[in-house]
C-alpha cells in the first residue's frame, strides 16, 4: 500500500494545466465538509428536541399508569404496597382525574384536576419539594379555613388570577336541590402556579391533595389510577409488563409514558429521519463531484497509468492509486465537517445565540450531541465516498497500457 498512497499523494499536487481538477477535488472536499456538518448539527438538535420534551413531559406524568378498567376504584392499598415491593420501582402513589369547571372573578374555563397525595408524589410538579407541595396543597388556617390548589402558569393568566386569590371549582357531578339540579362546588385558594414549558398542561392543569378532589368528584376513597415511577426510563414496557404479572387476577391495565405519547415521539423519530435522508444527499451530490474529479484524472494520467503498467504495476495497485485518493478527499471532508458540526453545537449549547420566537415550546434550539449518531453519519459519509471511487478506479485499472501510451 506504500507506493499505491506515494503515487495517490503525489496526484494531489496538480499541475498548472490539472488546475481545474484541483478546484473540482476542493469542491468535493468542501461538499462532503458541508454536508457532514449539516447532518451532525440537525440531528443534534432533533435529539435536543426529543430529550427536552421527554424532560418535561416526565416533569409531571408518571412513568406508568395503572388504571382498572371498571374506572375509579377503592381498596388500593394492598396493590401500591405490592408494586412498591419492586426492586425496578422507585416510587408509586395514587392520583384522582377530573374534569371540572373554574370560575373567578374574571372568567369562566374548564380544567383538568389532578387529585396527589405531596407527601408522595413530589416529582409530579415541577419547582415543588414535597414539603413545599404538602404545605400549599393543605387546608390553610385561614378565615375561610380553605384548601389550597396549584394551577398552571397559563391557566392562571387566563382567568386572571394570582397566589392567594380564591376560585371556586364546580365538578361534573350534580345534585338535586330545591331549585333543581346544580353541581358541586368548592371554593379554593390558589397557593402557586408552575411552568412545564408545555402549553398543554400549563393551559388547563390544576393539583389540589387527594381528599379534596375525592369531596369535589363524590368519589370518597377511590383513585382514578396508581402513578409509577421507575429509576430506567427506557425499560417502562418490561416493567409494565412486571407490574400486570403480578396483578394478573386483577381486571388491570397499564399505560407507559412512550404509548401514552406515541403520536408525539412518533412524528419526532419520523422528522429525525427524513432530515437525515435529505441532508445526506448533500453528501451524496459531493461524492459525484469525487467521481468527476477521479474519472477527469484517470483521463489526464492515461500516460503515467500505461508506464505503471509497462514497469509490472496490477490491475488491483492501479485501482487502489485511485481508490485512495478518492478516500483521502472524503475522509478528509467528513472530519472537518465532523469538527465543525461540533464546534456548531458546543456554541449553539453554551451561548444561546438562536432565540426563536414564542410560538415554538422552546426559547432557544436544543442541542444533544450522540456519540453514536456522530459515528453514524461519519461512517455513512465514508461509505458514500468510497462507493463514489470504484467506477474511476475499475475504468483505470482496465485500461490497456499499449493503447494509453499510443494515444496518450
Known amino acids: 500500500m506504500a507506493v499505491e498512497l506515494f503515487i495517490a499523494r503525489r496526484y494531489f499536487k496538480a499541475k498548472r494545466k490539472e488546475g481545474f481538477i484541483s478546484l473540482i477535488t476542493f469542491l468535493s472536499v468542501a461538499g462532503v465538509m458541508v454536508g457532514v456538518m449539516a447532518l451532525v448539527v440537525v440531528i443534534a438538535v432533533m435529539n435536543g428536541a426529543e430529550t427536552e420534551f421527554r424532560r418535561r413531559i416526565l416533569g409531571l406524568e408518571p412513568h406508568i399508569l395503572l388504571m382498572n378498567y371498571n374506572g375509579t376504584y377503592g381498596n388500593y392499598q394492598p396493590i401500591l404496597q405490592e408494586i412498591q415491593?419492586?426492586?425496578?420501582?422507585?416510587?408509586?402513589?395514587?392520583?384522582?382525574?377530573a374534569q371540572a369547571m373554574i370560575r373567578t372573578r374574571h372568567a369562566l374555563s374548564g380544567v383538568m384536576v389532578r387529585g396527589?397525595?405531596?407527601e408522595s408524589s413530589a416529582s409530579m410538579i415541577k419547582g415543588f419539594d414535597a414539603d413545599t407541595l404538602a404545605d400549599a396543597l393543605s387546608v390553610h388556617d385561614t378565615a375561610d379555613n380553605l384548601p389550597g390548589i396549584i394551577l398552571g402558569k397559563e391557566l392562571a393568566v387566563s382567568v386572571g388570577v394570582m397566589p392567594g386569590d380564591k376560585i371556586v371549582l364546580m365538578s361534573t357531578r350534580s345534585f338535586i336541590?330545591?331549585?333543581?339540579?346544580?353541581?358541586?362546588?368548592?371554593?379554593?385558594?390558589?397557593?402557586?402556579?408552575?411552568?412545564?414549558?408545555?402549553?398543554?398542561?400549563?393551559?388547563?392543569?390544576?393539583?389540589?391533595?387527594?381528599?379534596?378532589?375525592?369531596?369535589?368528584?363524590?368519589?370518597?376513597?377511590?383513585?382514578s389510577a396508581i402513578g409509577i415511577w421507575?429509576?430506567?426510563?427506557?425499560?417502562?414496557?418490561?416493567?409494565?409488563?412486571?407490574?400486570?404479572?403480578?396483578?394478573?387476577?386483577?381486571?388491570?391495565?397499564?399505560r407507559d409514558w412512550m404509548e401514552i405519547n406515541q403520536s408525539l415521539f412518533s412524528a419526532l423519530k419520523l422528522e429525525k429521519t427524513a432530515m437525515f435522508v435529505i441532508l445526506t444527499l448533500i453528501i451524496l451530490v459531493?461524492?459525484?463531484?469525487?467521481?468527476?474529479?477521479l474519472i477527469m484524472m484517470v483521463m489526464e494520467k492515461t500516460r503515467d497509468i500505461a508506464v505503471l503498467k509497462a514497469m509490472g504495476a496490477t490491475h488491483r495497485v492501479i485501482g487502489r492509486i485511485f481508490i485512495l485518493k478518492g478516500l483521502v478527499i472524503g475522509i478528509?471532508?467528513?472530519?472537518?465537517?465532523?469538527?465543525?458540526?461540533?464546534?456548531?453545537?458546543?456554541?449553539?449549547?453554551?451561548y444561546d445565540f438562536i432565540q426563536l420566537?414564542?410560538?415554538?415550546?422552546?426559547?432557544?434550539?436544543?442541542v444533544q450531541l450522540d456519540p453514536l449518531d456522530v459515528l453514524m453519519i461519519s461512517v455513512s459519509a465514508v461509505v458514500i465516498c468510497f462507493v463514489s471511487t470504484l467506477?474511476?478506479?475499475?475504468?483505470?485499472?482496465?485500461?490497456?497500457?499499449?493503447?494509453?501510451?499510443?494515444y496518450g
Not at 392 to 405: C, F, G, Q, T, V
Open 85 to 97: 415491593t419492586n426492586s425496578l420501582v422507585r416510587d408509586a402513589s395514587p392520583v384522582l382525574f
Open 177 to 223: 336541590s330545591p331549585i333543581g339540579q346544580i353541581p358541586a362546588m368548592k371554593r379554593f385558594v390558589v397557593q402557586g402556579t408552575f411552568s412545564s414549558g408545555m402549553s398543554e398542561y400549563d393551559g388547563m392543569l390544576a393539583y389540589v391533595h387527594l381528599d379534596q378532589a375525592q369531596m369535589l368528584t363524590g368519589d370518597k376513597k377511590k383513585i
Open 116 to 118: 396527589i397525595i405531596p
Open 332 to 350: 478528509l471532508g467528513t472530519v472537518l465537517g465532523t469538527l465543525s458540526g461540533v464546534v456548531v453545537c458546543w456554541l449553539l449549547k453554551r
Open 230 to 254: 421507575v429509576d430506567d426510563i427506557f425499560k417502562v414496557k418490561e416493567i409494565r409488563k412486571q407490574v400486570i404479572g403480578d396483578l394478573e387476577h386483577h381486571p388491570f391495565y397499564a
Open 286 to 293: 459531493a461524492a459525484f463531484n469525487i467521481a468527476s474529479a
Open 391 to 406: 467506477y474511476p478506479s475499475y475504468k483505470a485499472s482496465k485500461m490497456d497500457p499499449l493503447e494509453a501510451i499510443r
Open 357 to 366: 420566537p414564542k410560538a415554538y415550546p422552546f426559547s432557544t434550539l436544543p
